[in-house]
Structures are given as C-alpha cells and as structure tokens.
C-alpha cells in the first residue's frame, strides 16, 4: 500500500475510532450508573442527526449555533427517557431487565416518530466546510476531520476527565455508580446525578453524530443502529462501565474496521463483521473486557 | 433531640417494625440492642430515608421531618453510618473525607476538618491517597466515622460499628463515639451487637424483639435486667 494511502487510512480510523468512543461513553455512564444497557442510545444519536438538519438545513442557522442547540436539545432528550421512563420504572421497584426493555421500546417510539416527521428517505446532513476541507502535507491527502475530530475528542476527553475527578458533581457521579446507597447518605440527589449523566452521555452522543455526519451525510431513520451497535461493542470490549475502556475500545474498532478493509478490499462487504469478531475474542480472553473489572450487577 | 413514635415498616408485606417508639434527648448516647433480624438497622434506614417507612412520625426538634427525602435529613444534621462501613471502594480516603461534606459549601472550614479527621485517625492521614477499598477493615470503619463526621451532623447514627474489628480496635471505636459526644454534645443512636459494651457508653437503651420493642431503660438498668443478661449479655445464671 502506497504511504500516503496508509496515513490516509490511519486518520480514517482514528476519525472513526473518536466517533465510536464519543457514543461509547454513553453506554458506559448509563451502565456504569444504574446497571442500564440504554438501548435507546443509537436513537439518541439518530435523533440529534435530525436535529441538526432541522436547525441547520431547515431553519438556516449559523451552524455552529444550530450544532449548540443540537447537542443542548439531545442531552435534554436524554434526560426526559430517564425521567419519563426509566426513573418511573426503578421507582417503582422494576428489575434491571424490565428497565432494559422499556429502553427497547423507547428506542422504537424514537425511530417511529422520526420516521412519521421526516419520512423514511434519505435527508443530506449539513455537513460544514470549515471542518470537510481537504488539506495537503507533502504528499498526502487528508480532510480536516482527520485533524480536527481528534481534536474535539482529545478535549471534551480531558474535561471529562477533569469533571468526574475534581468537580463536586463529578464525584457525585462517581459516588453513585460506585453505591448508590451510600450516595444518599452523603446527602447527593441521586435522581439528580442520574438524569445528569444521561445528559452527559447524549450529548457527546450528539457530538459524535454530527462528526459522523460530516463523513457519511446520508441519513436515514436507521443511520444510528450499526454505529450505535459498534459502539456498544466498544464500550464491552473495553470493559462496560468504565469510560476509559469505552475509549480504548471505540479506537480499537475504527481503527480495525478501516485497516481490514484497506490491507484486504475483497473483505470490504464483511467490514461490520470484525467488530464483532473482535467482540468474541475479547470476551473469550477477558469476558470483563480490556479494563473493566467485575461490577455485582445492582438490582 | 429526635423522637420516633409508633414507627412501622414493612418488606413487601412483612411486618419488620410495628409501631416502635424511641427517644434520643440532646446530647446523650441511645442503643438499641436486639437479635439478629429484630429490625435494628431497619429502624436506622427508615429514619435515614433509605427506605420508606408504612406509617408513623418522626420529630427532630420540634419539627416533623417524617416526609423529607435521605438528602433533606443530612441536611437537617442527621447522618447514618451504615452496616458494613460503605466506604467508595474505588476513591481515595481523601475523596471519600470529601464526599462526607458533599452538602457542606463552607470549603476552608472542609479542609481544617479535614485535617482534624487525620488528627483523631492519623492512619487516615497516611493512607490519604489510598483507595478506600484497599483499607483493612479496621481502616475502613473509621473512615466511614470520620468521612460521617464530615458533615457536621446534628446527631449521628451508627450501625454496627464494631463488626468485624479486633477487640483492640472495637475499644478505639467507642473511644472516639464517646469523646464525639461528650466534647461536641454529639448525641448518638447507636446500633451495636456486642450489648455489654454498647449498655455501658449508652445513656438509655432499647432492646428490640422481631419488630417490636420489648423493654427500655437506662444503661445501668439493662445491664442489670436478668432477660438482658441472659439473651444478650450471655452471663445469665
Ligand atoms: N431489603 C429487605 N427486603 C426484605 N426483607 C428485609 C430487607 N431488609 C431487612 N429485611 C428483613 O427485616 C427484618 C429486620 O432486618 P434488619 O436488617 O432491620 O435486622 P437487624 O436487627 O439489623 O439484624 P442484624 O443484627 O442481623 O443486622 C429481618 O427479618 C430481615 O430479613
Ligand atoms: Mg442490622
């Protein structure tokens, strides 16, 4: 493979990695936090595409205010499944499984509702020039995305990261995925920090999609399943409940799907196969995954 | 000073309280002591909010807080140590001493508490950046008193502080319960298995049978009582 291509195919999968680790680390809050699978969060992350063609495309906002309202709109999504089911359910004392379900059937009334505003066909995401330029460094290349969704991801990381270790709602968080019990005795509003970190996580679910959104434009009711389910695999693979893992894992993949693809093109039909089969080794070897470490599953 | 009156709960239909009563005047130690089952820490959670309660009333100086939520009672100054420490297994002794004063937004104040935790429990200040879940038991128990006494609280409740630690350091831990409430006026609902030492700090006791109290008095008087010494003392003749 020439040079060139290799680094192209290299930013690819960084480009794509980000994007899977971004929506990972929705799965793992939720998991992490109230032992919740969120089966909804590929819609989430489907619904902010629409979002953005609704502000941007439609409404003809600047798009950087119209990607504000989306992210801001989405985590606010977020926030009203958890309240209007989720937190009704635990409430009234459901089990775990019941919980996961109602998650199913909310990821359904999301997909059904957008299909009967917005039709099944598919609508152009607003992609923005400043970010799809394409660049060139000697001899290669590159979209900006190659560059800048990195970037993005790189920071938002960092102030994650910062968040939960030195701020006082970060620590709530922790505090209550950790023993929610206990929690309360610290005098945190568990309900509060609940709906908090659903924000949290659809929101960068959001800033994933819009990223996605600039590389693959076309968008349909369905455009969150396989990027939903890839992420749901990275953040197992990396050890649900553990956002670091989500990371590593959402990398892993992209980097993988992009580099099977490339080194062997006749496998290309396949590519949404290796995540899978990444999955199954990962599990085999460690079935807490890369640096997840066994969690008692909380009722 | 708390006052619980005809407090019920239930499990899924199962009576584990009916109707207690207990009173916790200012500054004074109460226990309550009881079989395994007898619904002792039940007691502690319904105050605490953790879990609700079928009826009854809680009054904490005058004011009825039966209604209030786990958040407004710690507010209120009343915190639960509960069974089993429930220290944050995966944050360090300093971040568990934090959390303690998750309500409290006077941060200069937090620090020199801080400081004083590490003064009563200088094992605490060694292992400040150690994961709580790498503590030995003994450890963990008193970050679990002092991460509580990080709030500042009004009354303290404590379940079973004792369990599980060396009679040596059984000793320290009621050491510190009666110095926190005889130098701060602390008063203290004290939930212990080992009777013969909880009756003797406790100013009054209650002695709870599967969901019902069976018999009160001062310390002094349950130490004495024959049934007590024979059921929970084991030096009945
Ligand atoms: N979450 C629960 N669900 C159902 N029953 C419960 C629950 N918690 C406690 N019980 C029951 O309520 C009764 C009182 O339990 P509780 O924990 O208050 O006892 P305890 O006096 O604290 O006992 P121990 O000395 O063993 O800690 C017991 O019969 C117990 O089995
Ligand atoms: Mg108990």
Request: glycine letters at 10%; one cysteine or more.
């Amino acid at each position: 493979m020439p040079f060139d291509v290799l680094i192209q195919q290299i930013c690819n999968g960084l480009v794509l990695g980000c994007v899977y680790a971004l929506v990972s680390i929705g799965y793992t809050i939720t998991y992490g936090i109230i032992r919740l699978i969120n089966f909804a969060h590929n819609s989430i992350f489907m619904l902010s595409m629409y979002f953005a063609i609704v502000f941007v495309t439609m409404l003809a906002l600047p798009w950087w205010l119209g990607f504000i309202i989306v992210i801001a709109l989405t985590a606010i999504m977020g926030v009203l499944t958890e309240k209007l089911a989720y937190h009704r359910l635990r409430n009234r004392g459901a089990p775990t499984s019941t919980i996961k379900i109602a998650a199913l059937g909310v990821s359904y009334l999301i997909d059904n509702v957008v299909i009967v505003i917005f039709s099944g066909r598919p609508k152009q995401f607003p992609t923005v020039d400043l970010l799809t330029d394409v660049f060139e460094i000697g001899p290669v290349r590159l979209q900006r995305t190659a560059i800048i969704v990195p970037l993005v991801v790189l920071v938002l990381l960092v102030g994650l990261t910062y968040f939960l270790n030195h701020t006082k709602p970060g620590l709530a968080m922790r505090a209550v995925s950790r023993d929610m019990e206990a929690a309360r005795l610290m005098g945190i509003d568990v309900d509060k920090t609940i709906a908090f970190s659903f924000a949290i996580g659809s929101g960068l679910a959001a800033i994933g999609a819009i990223l996605w959104g600039q590389r693959y434009t076309s968008v349909i009711p369905t455009v969150g399943s396989m990027p939903g389910m890839k992420s749901f695999i990275a953040a197992v693979i990396g050890g649900i409940g553990n956002i670091d893992g989500a990371v590593i894992g959402g990398m892993l993949i992209g980097m993988i799907e992009v580099m099977v693809v490339a080194f062997f093109p006749g496998l290309s039909s396949y590519r949404d196969v290796f995540s899978f089969c990444l999955l199954l080794i990962v599990l085999l070897i460690k079935p807490t995954g890369i640096i997840g470490e066994k969690v008692a599953d909380k009722a | 000073m708390l006052e619980i009156k005809n407090l019920s709960v239930s499990y899924g239909g199962i009576k584990a309280l009916k109707s207690i009563s207990i009173t916790v005047p200012d500054k004074k130690i109460v226990t309550l002591i009881g079989a395994n089952g007898a619904g002792k820490s039940t007691t502690l959670r319904a105050i605490a909010k953790l879990i609700k309660h079928d009826s009854g009333t809680i009054i904490y100086n005058g004011e009825d807080i039966t209604a209030i939520s786990a958040r407004e009672t710690v507010q209120k100054g009343i915190t639960l140590i509960p069974e089993g420490r429930h220290v944050f297994p995966d944050m360090t002794v300093l971040e568990n001493l934090k959390l303690g004063a998750f309500l409290r937004t006077d941060n200069k104040a937090i620090k020199e508490d801080i400081d004083y935790m590490y003064e009563l429990f200088p094992v605490l200040k060694e292992r400040s950046t150690q994961l709580a879940g790498t503590l030995s038991g003994g450890e963990q128990q008193m970050l679990a008193v002092s991460r509580a006494l990080m709030a500042r609280p009004k009354m303290l409740m404590m379940d079973e502080p004792s369990l599980g630690l060396a009679p040596m350091l059984v000793k320290d831990i009621f050491t510190i319960i009666e110095r926190v409430n005889r130098e701060d006026g602390l008063p203290i609902l004290l939930i212990e298995q080992n009777a013969n030492f909880a009756l003797k700090v406790a100013d009054y006791g209650y002695v709870l049978e599967t969901g019902t109290i069976q018999l009160e008095g001062t310390g002094e008087q349950l130490l004495e009582n024959e049934k007590v010494k024979e059921l929970y003392l084991g030096t009945g003749d």
